[in-house]
């Protein structure tokens, strides 16, 4: 018989880390939202601009939620619409207006379905001349 010890797995322990450190109240952690995937990548560097930004997570994120933004140096947002999360519900997605060459810092805010909130930024460049 295998008995289940959450103790042993990352996940559960860095959920409970979060819960503590953010005062909350200690329910079951379970599935705390983090990227797996992101479009365009974190520090690279592109020959020509996206017209989208998307970020895949490891678990499902709540639409509504959701917060996503492309700053520019100046702190310009390019994001051009709302985000929406694609039907695998692990993506959040959003149009990008057209960007120049320069860098670019994406800040995203997510709700996992168990409650909790992620948040995170990287940045990525577009070559050229600018
Ligand atoms: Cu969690």
């Known amino acids: 018989m295998v008995l289940p010890n959450l103790s042993t797995k990352p996940v559960a ?42 970020i895949s997570f490891d678990d499902p994120v709540e639409a509504s939620f959701a917060r996503l933004q492309v700053l520019n140096d100046m702190n310009t947002d390019f994001v051009a619409a709302a985000p929406r999360v694609e039907s695998d519900r692990l993506t959040l997605s959003a149009p990008l207006k057209r960007l120049s060459p320069g860098s670019y810092r994406v800040i995203w805010s997510v709700l996992a379905e168990d409650g909790h909130r992620t948040k995170g930024s990287y940045t990525f460049k577009i070559a050229g001349t600018n």
Do not use: N, Q, W
């Open 13 to 54: 322990t860095l959920c409970l880390i979060l819960v503590f450190g953010l005062g909350a109240f200690p329910g079951i952690a379970a599935a705390h939202a983090y990227p797996t995937r992101e479009y365009p990548k974190a520090k690279s560097v592109l020959t020509e601009a996206p017209t989208k930004i998307a």
